[in-house]
């Protein structure tokens, strides 16, 4: 989290996003240094910390060179609240379409997601406790007999040996429930079927027709959830078995362990001082080199005019409370293909003051690419293959030689990055993944060398019959 004191270095940051993303270490300086930012901001003066505003970030490169890949991770290293939107889905105010509020929205949503889960997980210990009695209380219901009468000992187990001194039904029924805690503990009750009362899914109240008379969708978010707390929540009863009633009921149970109020109130601070919008396709919405103000154009600078004001720092109503936007980090990125980044609105441009612009990838990146990474294109075709307990192997030149043949499509057809890997990847192994486990069974291992590479791929690019890997 951003505010824990052990907070990485802008140094180890990069060295995080290097076990994900190969090259573009100056696009990987400047996000560390964002990140670290908002760490030290939250430790600076009191009176300087409302003053210090984010430095939004332009990432400019083509498609698949790591740029939702570079924010993606950020956000997994900063264990903030983070969303992905893009750019060309919204429209202007007064259109139909997405709104560009909505992206605030969402942000909020995923932290009050992320606060709730942090909870639930502090409260386990105590609400397991809870779900522990609530079980013994349908297994071994309490002693409820009148006084001067004697209660049945509970399932038909005997509660006392031939020759003991009877207890009162009240320690009877201690004992009783003690021997079942255990065997509750020790798993030996997992299998028993018992009745619980669960509350039902799908039980919110939805207005259909959409919102009326031009109340936003925050709004009217916000009437539906009041009217969801004083209506009463509907139950129903379920017959499971212990170890699915432990689990049914540990949700509940947690989520009435804590309060609400308390998680929106740190979830909005979280989304205000630690959230991160990547607003991909920014390109999409700008206006054309040398292109008159008007058609589709017109659109496109609407939608920027929206940007503006969230970018610059507003205050935004979502179901949960207002939502202030001055200290989110916003990162947008785009191709820029057609369009040029000072084609943009110079408003807009201005609250974007670190320009990255992240280069394309070499045949040396394709080949680190898949080779080096955690999440390597090989090591989830190994995972995958793993499965079916067939040993599937890369040796150094099928990786080089498919490394040169995805850099080879991507200069004959169009350039997608990292992205061509897929297709190549997908054309040289789905046979084997065909054949796994009808032909090719357990125990097998299968080592891909160059020679296989050459003879399922080479020829389709020396023949330029390069269909086949295009997405």
């Known amino acids: 989290m951003l505010d824990s004191a052990d907070f990485l270095t802008p140094a180890q940051i990069v060295a995080e996003l290097d076990k994900y993303i190969i090259g573009q270490h100056e696009a990987k300086r400047h996000v560390a240094i964002a990140l670290r930012n908002r760490w030290r901001r939250l430790r600076a ?63 909020v949503e995923q932290s009050v997601s992320m606060v709730k889960t942090r909870r639930q997980e502090e409260v386990k210990v105590k609400a397991a406790q809870v779900v522990e009695e609530l079980i013994l209380d349908i297994l071994i219901p309490p002693v409820t007999a009148a006084p001067g ?25 201690e004992r009783t429930r003690e021997r079942f805690r255990e065997k509750i503990r020790n798993g030996e009750m997992d299998d028993r079927k018992i009745e619980i009362q669960v509350q039902q899914g799908g039980g919110g109240i939805s207005v259909l027709g959409g919102a009326p008379g031009g109340m936003d969708e925050a709004s009217m978010a ?85 940007l503006l004001p969230i970018v610059e720092g507003s205050a935004v109503s979502t179901k949960y409370g207002i939502v202030n936007t001055d200290h989110i980090l916003f990162i947008a ?75 080879e499509v991507n200069s004959e057809v169009e350039n997608i990055g990292a992205r061509r890997l897929h297709t190549v990847m997908s054309r040289l192994l789905n046979d084997i993944l065909f054949d796994v486990p009808d032909k090719i069974g357990p125990n097998a291992h299968i080592l891909i060398d160059r020679a296989l590479v050459e003879e399922r791929l080479t020829d389709m690019v020396r023949n330029r019959d390069l269909s086949q890997y295009i997405l």
């Open 149 to 173: 009468t004697s209660a049945k000992p509970a399932l038909g187990f005997p509660t006392t040996a031939p020759g003991d001194v009877p207890d009162s039904d009240q320690e009877l029924n």
């Open 222 to 306: 916000g009437i539906q959830d009041m009217l969801g707390s004083i209506m009463p929540k509907k139950t129903r009863k379920r017959k499971v078995t212990v170890a699915e009633a432990r689990k049914l009921l540990l949700d509940e149970e947690a989520a009435k362990l804590i309060d609400m109020d308390e998680v929106k109130d740190e979830a909005i601070r979280l989304a205000e001082n630690g959230g991160i919008i990547f607003i991909d396709e920014i390109d999409k919405v700008a206006s054309r080199s040398g292109k008159g103000g008007g058609g589709p154009d017109v659109s496109r600078e609407g939608v920027q005019r929206d």
């Open 45 to 107: 003066a009191p009176e300087m910390r409302d003053e210090i505003v984010p430095n939004n970030i332009l990432m400019i490169g083509s498609t698949g060179v790591g740029k939702t890949e570079i924010a993606r991770r950020l956000a997994g290293i900063s264990g903030a609240p983070f969303t992905k939107v893009e750019a060309s889905k919204f429209t202007e105010v007064g259109y139909v379409g997405r709104d560009v509020e909505s992206m605030v929205r969402d942000l």
């Open 333 to 407: 990125a785009g191709a820029f293909h057609v369009s040029k980044p000072s084609d943009l609105i110079p408003e807009l441009q201005g609250r974007f003051p670190i320009r990255v612009e992240l280069q394309s990838l070499t045949k040396d990146d394709f080949y680190q690419i898949l080779k080096d990474p955690k999440n390597a294109l090989t090591k989830q075709y190994e995972a995958l293959l793993k499965a079916e307990e067939v040993e599937l192997t890369f040796d150094d030149d099928a990786l080089k030689r498919l490394a040169e043949i995805a850099f």
